[in-house]
């Protein structure tokens, strides 16, 4: 069963026609071409396609499309602040956060998730922020290191703009 | 020496900005024009006949495009011994084997097409336990072995289902056992566990009708020789088969070979010229791709009162799982230096690789050694307790130094392990007690050190060939054929090319590599690439620069000689004010659109192939890698759960090209290491059936497992290698779960012989150790 539904993805407002039971994760990678949302399992289990929701980290592997009328969806494609990287992006390139880079797209969207809510995050917090998010190469040191430097920089235009 | 500009610094790496914005195109995100979907019909038996296969159901299902079984495909594949079909013929031999693949305009058709297919099958006997497939009377899992096209070194066994017989022979070990004041002999076990690379397996096939040309693009770590393979498979000239690589999300040994290729160009073949997209799913890939061959390891030595090593014999069994894969080599290449780094004048080695009824076994980040650590490196710490000596005493006095020969008959140098131990032992400030942070839980726990020290071969004889292309803007394309896997070759091999060239690394461009277009290399295995393609990129290098240094010689009134280059530049030594961009020098010389091209191969070469009877070799491998680990525990006594506090690791890279990508590269293997040791198993029960495939069930370490982890480079240089360069994505993990075992055992005064060190096993053990005390 297909069901209209308007969606605000990236910043932009976007009408579809889907079938219901389409996952989100189908919905941009098969139907819109947004292919930097990875799948790594499908299950919900690796974190690999993690997207923002209404401003909420979730595995958009399960999330049925048919649920999305109204909603505001942020990807990878769209954590750029105009045509700089965002700093988590910025961080994860300096410090050497990325070797495969498969799992990257959604530790960056899960990092960004983390900074949101906590500017200052201790390095526990870090690691419990990403503990649903696996990488196989990196062994998580430099990715950790890469989201405290965000942390730091995202600080520092704050307050530099306040 | 000149000095060096970009190599052995710490450049950011090129392809990490495409992936931080999700621009990077992997083979599982590939979209073709009018592709269709295949979906695949896995076995689930794991021995059986196959009596009959109806399709008719699927073949009529709206939608299906092409159904195709062992007989539409009647196509045999394998590296080094041809024994799988592309889909089943006749017969299965494990849980998750292809049986039949279905394409369709869509991936949901084509499964629901694929769930049509009938398959009727007459149970055979399962074998699971690699010891009870070796024996003699065992039912033979490939009834025509014999007949099987082999490489010419592969040596089976006098029973059925041994595919491999290594066998290593120095000196007279019962001799050795007879000379030895204390004789120890152990018996180690390493479970099933998996790659899990993050990006699942997939590929995409397209068969030319007019021409006959197959295309392949898939993420493969050897196109080379995944084409090699399909050609003979197939009965057609290489020229006709073309490999594409997209970016690869990870492989560790799981994506070379042939994994979801065949059963894309089996259906390719019925599609009249659209291409066929087969992507596996997590579980899919977990029971149907690759596994890591899990081993049963026996180990005797004998040694003087004062800790001299005079024998050691070891026999090692390699579960293979249902077809040879890589097995053949694992076998050979992990159980030729199986005995440790240690001069051992006395030594015999048997392994055994082992054909079994569970998914296909085969490569491995680490290569069959860290199974042959987990073994030695224990037995390593045990036969130092009988002598009440210190571990790292007792391996200092033991391992290979410069000017050894080993025992398999080669001269060694640039030998950095002695480093690697003292560098790692210090990093955890071996000898003194745990130091515990005040504030922290002590009570019930119970702590300790232990370290654990490898050396690693690399495949040999191996060729790397490259190419260099530079433009008259000034830019450069490196042709070359390391495949991008995250561990970072685009960066080292684009540093290469910048030190040679003296063009800034920002103006180098790694091509794409196509198989049509890209000059040949071996494989993007064994550790092998920073040094043969690295040797490959530096003569290419060499060889433009050397023509730009001719077309600049008139153009400047110099000889060739006279002229350097540096920031883009060639000019005058003497005078350098005398300067010409290198793209000038090309734009006049040829024109705006004027290019010079670089070429050169490297090979390593063998003077002697490794003896069969014996297992000599007077050069087993271009150059070795050598590491130590450290680890220190905290067991907690009730629960049996051991937490690593502090892991240092020491790495012998003869010179780190990229010292931040090294440390990158050791942190990653290290973590994998830790996952092994501590708790990754893929379980598969008597019946042949993975039991865990997810990764809600199979434990992948997480941010929040892992200790501070103390990367170092050791710099041991290797006159052969680039400016000196080894190898290194491979041992990260090979010391690793030897490393923690012994700490373990130094926590709680006894020995776990089976990985993994889950909590209910080191419980076992400390309630072993209770009884044994009270009694």
Redesign the interface.
């Known amino acids: 069963m297909n069901k209209k539904i308007c969606i605000t993805l990236n910043g932009k407002k976007t009408d579809l026609d889907v079938p219901t039971h389409r996952l989100l994760l189908d919905l941009l990678?098969d139907e819109i071409?947004?292919?930097?949302?990875?799948?790594?399992?499908?299950?919900g289990?690796?974190g690999?396609c993690t997207v923002l929701l209404n401003g909420k980290p979730v595995n958009s592997c399960l999330i049925f499309s048919g649920e999305l009328d109204g909603a505001d969806i942020v990807?990878?494609?769209g954590?750029?602040i105009g045509p700089e990287?965002h700093p988590v992006?910025q961080a994860?390139?300096?410090d050497?956060g990325?070797?495969?880079?498969?799992?990257?797209?959604g530790m960056?969207m899960m990092s960004k998730a983390l900074l949101d809510e906590n500017p200052d995050p201790s390095e526990e917090e870090?690691?419990?922020a990403?503990?649903?998010?696996?990488?196989?190469?990196?062994?998580?040191?430099?990715?950790?290191k890469a989201v405290q430097d965000a942390a730091a920089e995202l600080r520092a235009r704050r307050s530099n703009a306040g | 020496m000149e000095q060096l500009t970009v190599v052995g610094k710490p450049v950011t790496r090129v392809d990490a900005l495409e992936k931080v914005t999700g621009e990077a195109v992997y083979g599982y995100d590939l979209v073709l024009p009018d592709m269709v979907y295949g979906k695949v019909l896995f076995s689930p038996k794991a021995h059986a006949k196959i009596k009959r296969i109806d399709t008719e159901k699927a073949r009529k299902f709206p939608g299906v495009v092409a159904v195709v079984t062992g007989k539409d495909a009647p196509w045999i594949h394998g590296e080094s011994i041809r024994d799988k079909p592309f889909l089943a013929q006749d017969k299965v031999r494990y849980i998750g084997e292809p049986v039949a693949a279905v394409a369709a305009i869509d991936e949901d058709t084509a499964q629901a097409a694929a769930r049509l297919i009938e398959v009727e099958y007459e149970e055979l006997p399962v074998y699971v336990d690699p010891e009870a497939a070796a024996r003699p009377d065992a039912v033979a899992i490939h009834e025509n072995f014999a007949s099987y096209r082999k490489m010419n070194f592969i040596t089976p066994g006098a029973a059925p289902n041994v595919c491999e017989h290594f066998k290593l022979r120095t000196g007279d070990v019962e001799q050795g056992f007879r000379e030895s004041d204390i004789v120890l002999e152990e018996r180690y076990t390493v479970p099933t566990i998996q790659h899990a690379a993050m990006e699942p397996h997939s590929a995409h096939a397209q068969v030319d009708p007019a021409t006959g040309c197959v295309t392949i693009w898939v993420a493969n770590d050897a196109p080379f020789r995944a084409l090699h393979e399909i050609s003979e498979a197939l009965g057609m000239p290489k020229e006709k088969i073309r490999f594409i690589n997209p970016l690869q999300g990870g492989g560790f040994g799981s994506k070379g070979g042939l994994k979801v290729e065949p059963i894309a160009v089996a259906l390719a073949y019925h599609t009249k010229g659209r291409p066929v997209r087969v992507k596996f799913n997590r579980e899919e890939t977990f029971i149907s791709t690759l596994v890591r061959n899990e081993a049963v390891v026996y180990i005797k030595s004998g040694m003087k009162k004062d800790g001299t090593l005079r024998a050691r014999a070891m026999t090692i069994y390699w579960g293979g799982g249902a077809y040879a894969e890589k097995s053949p080599t694992v076998c050979i290449r992990g159980s030729l230096p199986g005995p440790g780094p240690y001069r051992i004048p006395h030594v015999k080695v048997d392994g055994y690789a082992v054909y079994t009824n569970k998914p296909v076994s085969g490569s491995f980040r680490g290569y069959g050694i860290p199974k042959v650590a987990w073994a030695c490196e224990q037995h390593t710490d045990e036969l130092a307790k009988k002598i009440g000596m210190d571990p790292l005493a007792f391996r200092l006095k033991n391992v290979f130094v410069d000017g050894d020969v080993s025992y398999w008959g080669e001269e060694l140098h640039s030998v950095g392990l002695k480093e690697t131990l003292t560098k790692a032992a210090e990093a955890i400030e071996w000898g003194k007690k745990v130091e515990v942070l005040p504030g922290s839980r002590v009570k019930g726990l119970k702590f300790g050190k232990g370290l654990a020290c490898i050396q690693k071969p690399t495949r040999s004889p191996t060729t790397s060939s490259a190419g260099v292309i530079v433009n008259a803007r000034g830019e450069v394309a490196v042709l070359a054929g390391t495949v991008e896997i995250g561990q970072g070759c685009n960066t080292i091999l684009s540093q290469v090319a910048a030190e040679e060239l003296k063009i800034p690394i920002e103006k180098i461009h790694m091509a794409q590599l196509d198989t049509d277009a890209i000059p040949f290399d071996a494989s993007t295995t064994s550790s092998r690439s920073t040094y043969h393609m690295g040797n490959a990129v530096r003569g290419a290098a060499i060889d433009a620069r050397d023509k730009i240094a001719a077309m600049a010689s008139p153009m400047l009134e110099a000889k060739k000689e006279e002229l350097a280059f540096a920031d883009g530049k060639v000019f005058l030594k003497n005078q350098p004010q005398m300067a010409l961009a290198v793209g000038d020098v090309i734009r006049r010389k040829l024109g705006a659109e004027g290019t010079v091209r670089g070429d050169a191969s490297y090979t390593y070469e063998i003077a002697k192939d490794l003896d069969l009877e014996t297992g000599h070799s007077d050069h087993a491998s271009a150059f070795y890698m050598y590491a130590t680990q450290a680890a220190v525990i905290a067991v907690d006594e009730e629960t049996g759960r051991a937490r690593l506090l502090r892991m240092s690791a020491a790495h012998d890279v003869g010179k780190a090209i990229n010292p931040a990508n090294c440390a990158a590269q050791i942190e990653g293997g290290l973590a994998m290491g830790i996952g092994s040791a501590l708790h990754e198993h893929l379980v598969i029960d008597e019946q042949g059936k993975v039991r865990n495939p997810s990764f809600l069930d199979y434990h992948l370490v997480t941010a929040l497992d892992l200790p501070e982890m103390v990367p170092i480079i050791v710099e041991c240089a290797e006159p052969e290698g680039p400016y000196g360069a080894k190898g290194l994505g491979e041992p990260g993990l090979a010391p690793t779960p030897a490393a923690i075992g012994n700490a373990v055992a130094d926590a709680i005064g006894v020995r776990v012989y089976d990985l993994p060190l889950s909590p209910e096993r080191i419980f076992r053990a400390i309630q072993q150790k209770k009884k044994k005390t009270a009694a």
């Open positions: 990678r071409g947004l292919t930097g949302t990875k799948e790594g399992c499908g299950t289990d690796c690999a990807t990878i494609e954590l750029k990287l992006q994860f390139v300096q050497g990325v070797q495969c880079g498969y799992c990257t797209s960056l870090i690691r419990f990403l503990s649903g998010n696996l990488c196989r190469c990196t062994g998580y040191a430099k990715i950790v």
